[in-house]
C-alpha cells in the first residue's frame, strides 16, 4: 500500500487574495489570519473545505499535505486536464510541477492510489506531487477579480482518494476514483450513435444536403430498432457564413430558411435531428451589462441572470424546432479566454470579469451549465470545450478531447485515440465520453480511419460518422453499417491496455476479447498535413 493520506485536516494552508498571499495559522477555530479562516470537516470518507471571509476578495486557496511516498523507479502518475484533452494525456514520473486538474492517480506497478474533488464543485482545483507532499490548490476568484463572499461561507472543495487493490488494473482503480467524485452522473437512455456533417462540409451546408445526409445515416442504420441520430454543425446559422466568426443569432441563414421544417424532413427520414450551438457569442444587440467585461469578441456573461434566462430560451427554440441532440461548443474559451492546454496552474488567469462578484467562476459555470440542462428538457445535452469535471451530473454527453479530422490522419491519431484511452475511465461515471467523430473522407486513409471506426464502435461510447453521402465504396458502405449495428447496442466500456506505456494505445480490451490495431502504417506520423497540427 502506499503511504499516503488526505482525508484530514492538512499540515499547511494559505489564501491568496488580491493584495497578495497569507499563510493561515490552526487554531481551535479552524485555520485562520486576520479575515479569513478555513474549516475542514470529515464525513463518509470525504473531505470538505470551507472557507469564510468577509472583507477580503479570496482568489485561491493553497493546502498541503505531508506523505511517506517515496518515488521508486516504476511509480508513474496520471493528471487529467482542465476541459479537453489535447492529444497530451498521459502517464509520466512524478513531475513536481506538473500542474494536474481535478484529480491524480499514482501507480506503482502492482497498486494504485487517487485523489481527487468531487464534481460540480465551487471552485477549480488542481493537485501536485512531489517527493515530500501532495498541494491541492483550490481557484475560487470572479474571473480575472477575488471573490467575494461577505457573509458567505463557502464550500470550496470535497476530497476524495481511493487506494485500489493488489493487482487491480491502474484504469479500474481510475474509473472507481471516478465513480466516487460523481455522485449522479447523467446517461444516455440508449447508447449514441449517428453522423456529424462537420468533418466533410467545414460549416458549407444547406437544407436540402442536411437532408440527404438524413436519409444516407439512415440506411447505415437500416433495420436498427435504436435510431441514429444526425447533428448540424456550425453554419446554419443567420451569421454562420461570415469568415472567423461563428456566433449567433440563432435563426437559419437563407441556406436554411425552415430549421423546424428541416428537423420534420429529417425524422421523417429515419434520423433523431441533432445541432449545434454557441450559446455566449452573439452579434444581436444586447444590452451592455450582459457583456463579459474584458472580453474581445464581447461575449455574454453568464453570472447575469437575464444573459441566463437569454440563453435558456435560445435552447427552448431549438428544442421545440424538434430537435433531439443539442451540442454546445466554446464557453470555456469564451468565459476564460484560453484553451486548455494554455491554461496551466492559472485557468482564471484572463482578463474577463463577471458583473456578479460574489460567486467564484466555478459556480458561475455551474449555474450556466444547469440552465442548459434544465431549458433541453427531453433533449440530449453534449457539452464541447466544456469542463467535464463541472458539467459531470448535468450532461448525458461531453466531448472529452479536441478535434479530430476530415483533412487528414496525424490529428485524428494524437487526438481521438489518445482521448479515447485516457478519458476511457470517465465513461459511465461521468457521462457518457464522446472522443469526436470518425472522419471518412478523401483526405483520410482508409487502412487507418477503419481501424479507428472499428475501436470507437466497440468501445462502448458514442460513434458519429463523417462522411458525404454517396462517398463510400462498398467495403467502407459494408463496414459502417456494421459499426452502426454494434454501436447501437449496449457494449462493455473498453480498457486501453498499454495506455501506461504509451500516450496512443494500440491494445484494447473490449469485454472477455482483446485487440491490437496499427496507427502508423509503412509511413509512419505523416507531418504534411492539410488541418492544423499545431503541436509539431
Known amino acids: 500500500m502506499m503511504d499516503i493520506d488526505l482525508i484530514r485536516e492538512p499540515d499547511w494552508a494559505w489564501i491568496e487574495t488580491e493584495e497578495g498571499s497569507s499563510a493561515l495559522e490552526k487554531g481551535t477555530a479552524g485555520w485562520r489570519n486576520s479575515d479569513a479562516g478555513l474549516e475542514f470537516g470529515i464525513a463518509g470518507g470525504v473531505l470538505g473545505i470551507s472557507i469564510s471571509a468577509p472583507r477580503t476578495a479570496v482568489k485561491r486557496i493553497v493546502m498541503r499535505w505531508k506523505h511517506g511516498l517515496r518515488a ?74 477575488g471573490v467575494l463572499l461577505g457573509s458567505r461561507i463557502l464550500p470550496a472543495a470535497e476530497v476524495v482518494q481511493y487506494a485500489g487493490e493488489e493487482g487491480e488494473s491502474a484504469h479500474s482503480a481510475a474509473n472507481r476514483l471516478c465513480r466516487s467524485l460523481c455522485d449522479t452522473p447523467v446517461m444516455p437512455e440508449q447508447p449514441i450513435y449517428g453522423g456529424n456533417n462537420w468533418y466533410y462540409t467545414y460549416g458549407v451546408s444547406s437544407h436540402e444536403e442536411v437532408v440527404a445526409d438524413a436519409r444516407f445515416i439512415s440506411e447505415l442504420a437500416e433495420g436498427l430498432s435504436n435510431r441514429p441520430y444526425m447533428i448540424i454543425d456550425d453554419g446554419w446559422q443567420i451569421n454562420g457564413n461570415i469568415p472567423e466568426y461563428n456566433g449567433g443569432p440563432w435563426v437559419g441563414n437563407r441556406k436554411f430558411p425552415d430549421m423546424r421544417g428541416l428537423a420534420e424532413e429529417m425524422s421523417e427520414a429515419g434520423v433523431r435531428p441533432g445541432i449545434w450551438f454557441r450559446p455566449l457569442l452573439t452579434s444581436e444587440r444586447v444590452p451592455e451589462s450582459w457583456i463579459l467585461k474584458g472580453s474581445a469578441d464581447r461575449c455574454l456573461d453568464p453570472s447575469h441572470p437575464d444573459v441566463l434566462r437569454y440563453v435558456a430560451e435560445d435552447m427552448k427554440t431549438l428544442v421545440q424546432w424538434g430537435f433531439k441532440l443539442i451540442k454546445h461548443d466554446f464557453s470555456t474559451f469564451d468565459l476564460l479566454g484560453e484553451w486548455g492546454f494554455k491554461m496551466g496552474s492559472r485557468p482564471i488567469g484572463s482578463r474577463h470579469s463577471f458583473s456578479d462578484r460574489s460567486r467564484t467562476t466555478a459556480e458561475i459555470i455551474v449555474d450556466f451549465y444547469r440552465a442548459i440542462a434544465d431549458a433541453a428538457s427531453d433533449a440530449l445535452v453534449i457539452g464541447c470545450n466544456t469542463i467535464g469535471h463541472l458539467a459531470a451530473g448535468l450532461f448525458a454527453i461531453q466531448r472529452t478531447g479536441d478535434d479530430t479530422s476530415g483533412k487528414g490522419w496525424e490529428r485524428t491519431r494524437r487526438m481521438g485515440i489518445n482521448t479515447l484511452a485516457f478519458r476511457m475511465h470517465q465513461h459511465g461515471a461521468f457521462f457518457s465520453h464522446d472522443a469526436d467523430c470518425v472522419a471518412l473522407t478523401s483526405f483520410t486513409p482508409w487502412q487507418e480511419s477503419k481501424q479507428w471506426l472499428e475501436l470507437v464502435a466497440n468501445s462502448g461510447t458514442p460513434l458519429f460518422l463523417s462522411a458525404k453521402p454517396g462517398s463510400l465504396d462498398a467495403e467502407q458502405t459494408e463496414a459502417v453499417r456494421n459499426a452502426f449495428r454494434i454501436a447501437s447496442m449496449p457494449q462493455p466500456a473498453a480498457e486501453p491496455l498499454d495506455w501506461l506505456r504509451t500516450t496512443c494505445a494500440s491494445r484494447w480490451k473490449f469485454g472477455k476479447r482483446e485487440a491490437e490495431f496499427d496507427w502508423y502504417g509503412e509511413e509512419g506520423i505523416r507531418e504534411e498535413e492539410r488541418d492544423s497540427i499545431w503541436w509539431k
Open 72 to 145: 521508486g523507479g516504476g511509480l508513474q502518475v496520471y493528471g487529467d486536464h482542465w476541459e479537453r484533452g489535447y492529444g497530451d494525456l498521459e502517464w509520466r514520473q512524478m513531475v513536481p510541477e506538473r500542474v494536474m486538474p481535478w484529480y491524480a492517480i499514482i501507480h506503482d506497478g502492482a497498486h494504485s492510489f487517487g485523489f481527487g474533488v468531487k464534481t460540480g464543485g465551487r471552485s477549480f482545483s488542481h493537485w501536485r506531487l512531489d517527493r515530500n507532499g501532495v498541494t491541492l490548490v483550490s481557484d475560487i476568484s470572479c474571473g480575472a477579480e
